[in-house]
Each structure stands twice: as C-alpha cells, then as structure tokens.
C-alpha cells in the first residue's frame, strides 16, 4: 500500500514508460537523473513535492547521430564514436567535474541544468547542436543556443542531443584551482570546410555559449565575485589561441 509522503518530504517516483513520466513532470514533478545536481546546495533544483526518477526511461549511448540523454560523461568522453566525430564535445565531456561526478552526471541532466559555468555548452553550440525534448505538443527539436538563453522553458524531458556538425575539434577551461571547480571561462571549436566555429562558454549572462568572430563586447560578458568581465575577455583570448594552435595541428 502507497503512503502519502509527510508535508515537506519529497516523494520519489519511478515512472514504468516515458510517456508516465512526462506527464509526472507536466503536472510539477522535478526531473531527475544522474542526481548529481542534489549533491550540492548550490546546484540542487528544488525538488518540490515529487522528484520523477528519470534515468532508466531515457536513451543511453549514440544512435544514428544522437546522443541519448541518459549517457553519462564518462560514456561520452570514452565514445569512440564521439572522439572521432565530435571530439570538442568528447574533450569537453572528460573535462567536466571528478570521474566520480563524470559516472553518474548524464548528458540530458548536464543539458537541462543550464548553468552559467556549464563545460559542455561552448562544444555542444561549436558542434552546432540540437536538443531533443519530450514537450506537451510531442516530441520537438530546439537549438541549442535557444534552450540555454531562454529565461523559462515549459515542463519538457530531454531525450537526447544531436550534433548537426562533425570535425576536428578542441575543448579549453580554465579555473581557478585543479580540481572540481566551475571554469571561469571555456572556449571550444570545430574546423569546418576550413572556417573555426568557435564559442566562449561560462562568460555570459545566460548558459548559452558566445560565438567569437570579430570584436567581443565587453557587455556581452559576466563580471563576478570570481572574474571581472575584462578578465574573462583576456581568458577567451588566450584559452581561443590555444583552441587556434591546436586545430592547426589536427586540422
Ligand atoms: C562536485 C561537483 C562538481 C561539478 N563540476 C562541474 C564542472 O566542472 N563543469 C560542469 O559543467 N558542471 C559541473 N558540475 C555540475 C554537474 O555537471 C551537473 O550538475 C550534472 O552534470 C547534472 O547531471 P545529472 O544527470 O546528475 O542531472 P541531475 O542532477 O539529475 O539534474 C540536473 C537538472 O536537470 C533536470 N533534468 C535532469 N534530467 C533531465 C531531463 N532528461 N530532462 C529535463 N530536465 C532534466 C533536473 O530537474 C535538474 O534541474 C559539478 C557538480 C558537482 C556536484
């Protein structure tokens, strides 16, 4: 017999299909999936009344060029597949966080967490990445650049991410100490039909990465208890030259 949860205790469900739990999280429940994000104050989503345990129901690993919400970094950074195809997006994956983060944080969970700090955002937007979402009017694909800037989203599940753009590829950050620390600033790219699609990551006001060609506006850029916007701008430079050098080797 199921037993209402006390007020103020987070009942967890764990939907049979996909279709049950989008319509959990239509009606208000909380998506979660590799749950890293509760290991921190910081990052934790308000549960609410229902967390929606969405890990088993949704795709794991790449198939015909999609990648499945529910594989994990550490997948993603291992994926010959990826590696060859989107290697930004592979070198961004192995970059982000700890292994023990990397084991269990999935890609679906990284995309939908739209944080400002986000490793995988510059790579996602340089491989020029759309997002597969579950919505109320069926399945939709959206822009990757659209899902990160928007303010609010209505309830959706992401189901996968698609590259529309494979090549050689690299994947920069810096922080501010080794370890699990938030990149003050990233900077991917992609040699394609001999142009550089390059983005700045963790630098804007939104998650949405910055598609560097021409002069970066100062405005366009955080200033923050940890990075003046100035700061961040000689960073792109650099980690940009970096992205540069690199690709003239591999491309
Ligand atoms: C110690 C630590 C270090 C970290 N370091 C880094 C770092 O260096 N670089 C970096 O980029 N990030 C870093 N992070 C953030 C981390 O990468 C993300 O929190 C994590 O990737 C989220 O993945 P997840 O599968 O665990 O998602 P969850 O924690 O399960 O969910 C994250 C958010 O997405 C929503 N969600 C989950 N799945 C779906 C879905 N399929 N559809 C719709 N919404 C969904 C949840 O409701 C929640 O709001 C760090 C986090 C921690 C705790």
């Known amino acids: 017999m199921l037993h209402d949860p006390p007020a103020g205790v ?75 195809h989107w290697p930004a997006i ?3 994956a192995a970059m982000t966080a700890t292994p023990q983060v990397r084991a269990v944080a ?13 490793d995988l955002a510059a790579s996602l937007a340089a491989h020029d990445c759309v997002v597969h979402a579950q919505t109320a009017e069926g399945e939709r694909e959206i822009e990757i650049l659209d899902y990160l800037s928007r303010k609010t989203l209505p309830a959706h599940l992401v189901s996968g991410v ?10 920069r950050r810096f922080a501010l100490r080794l370890g699990p620390a938030p990149a003050l600033a990233t900077v991917a790219g992609i040699a394609v039909n001999g142009e550089l699609r390059l983005f700045a ?11 560097l060609e021409g002069e970066l506006k100062l405005d ?30 591999r491309g």
């Open 162 to 171: 698609r590259p529309r753009l494979s090549g050689p590829g690299a994947h």
């Open 10 to 84: 987070t009942a967890w469900l764990h939907p049979a299909t996909r279709d049950e739990a989008f319509s959990l999280v239509a009606d208000g429940g909380t998506p979660v999936a590799g749950g890293v994000a509760l290991l921190s104050l910081a990052l934790a989503p308000a549960l609410g009344e229902r967390a929606v345990d969405v890990a088993a129901l949704l795709p794991v690993g790449i198939f015909d060029g999609l990648i499945g919400a529910s594989t994990t970094l550490a997948e993603l950074a291992a994926d010959s597949y990826a590696n060859a």
């Open 106 to 118: 999935t890609v679906g969970g990284t995309v939908a967490a739209r944080l400002p700090t986000s």
């Open 90 to 92: 592979a070198e961004a």
């Open 220 to 249: 366009s850029l955080r200033s923050d208890a940890r990075a003046s916007a100035e700061y961040r701008r000689q960073l792109i430079g650099v980690l940009a030259a970096d992205v540069r050098r690199v690709l003239g080797q």
């Open 201 to 211: 990551g963790a630098v804007g006001p939104t998650a949405a990465p910055i598609r």
